[in-house]
Structure formats: C-alpha cells, structure tokens
Nanobody
Framework: QLQLVESGGGLVQPGESLRLSCAAS????????IGWFRQAPGKEREGVSC???????YYADSVKGRFTVSRDNDRNTVYLQMNNLTPEDTGVYYC???????????????????WGQGTQVTVSS
C-alpha cells in the first residue's frame, strides 16, 4: 500500500533550478528503489534518475551533471535537485518505487512498481 505524492513543480526560466519532492507513506521507505520519470507532450515517459542507495544511482545522459537525486529515509522523502534547467526538461515528473528493481532496471523500464500522480515542470522564457 505504498503511496507516493510529488510536489515542487512550477514554472521557471531556462538556467534556473527547482527541487522536487516525493513523499511516501504506507510502508518502510528505506528498502525501496525509487526513481524520477518525466513525460513531455507527444513523448513516452522516460527515466530521469533512479536510486537504490547512494552508491547505486542512475542518471539519464541528458541530465548528468545537472540533476541530483537524494533521499531522506527518516522523512520518507526523495528529492530531485534540478539545476540549469532547459526547455527540454519540461514535462510532468513522476516518482516511482519498487522493491524488485535496481537503479538501472527502474530507469530503463516503465512497468511495475508504485507511481505517484506527477507534478508539472515548465521551463520557458
């Protein structure tokens, strides 16, 4: 019965930053792999950053060096720090959790696990 709720999206200009949050409830969060996905209009949902642990983290090539995923297990919350945003980063951002996937598996698949409802990120001048 894990539930995920995203927050922190909004409208920003290119080059600015946002930090997204994903709050989990209903289960012990620390054992889950968790990931961030995004979906732009007309495109398929893609994995952005997924994390099993601090040492087991995956980033899509398009966000390496700009985005950082972190987690606070005491607060049952995962964060996505997004820096130097571009219009190509626009989309609905979803968080996802699973006990059965490693970081790369999660970010390269779209089936299975638990999903939040998403938060809109718009990067526009």
């Amino acid at each position: 019965q894990l539930q995920l709720v995203e927050s922190g999206g909004g409208l920003v200009q290119p080059g600015e930053s946002l930090r997204l949050s994903c709050a989990a409830s209903g289960a012990s969060f620390g054992a889950y792999t968790i990931g961030w996905f995004r979906q732009a209009p007309g495109k398929e949902r893609e994995g952005v950053s997924c994390m099993r642990s601090a040492a087991l983290t995956y980033y899509a090539d398009s966000v390496k060096g700009r985005f950082t995923v972190s987690r606070d297990n005491d607060r049952n919350t995962v964060y996505l720090q997004m820096n130097n945003l571009t219009p190509e980063d626009t989309g609905v951002y979803y968080c996802r959790a699973s006990l059965l996937m490693n970081a790369e598996n999660m970010c390269t698949t779209r089936r299975g696990g638990y999903w939040g409802q998403g938060t809109q990120v718009t990067v526009s001048s």
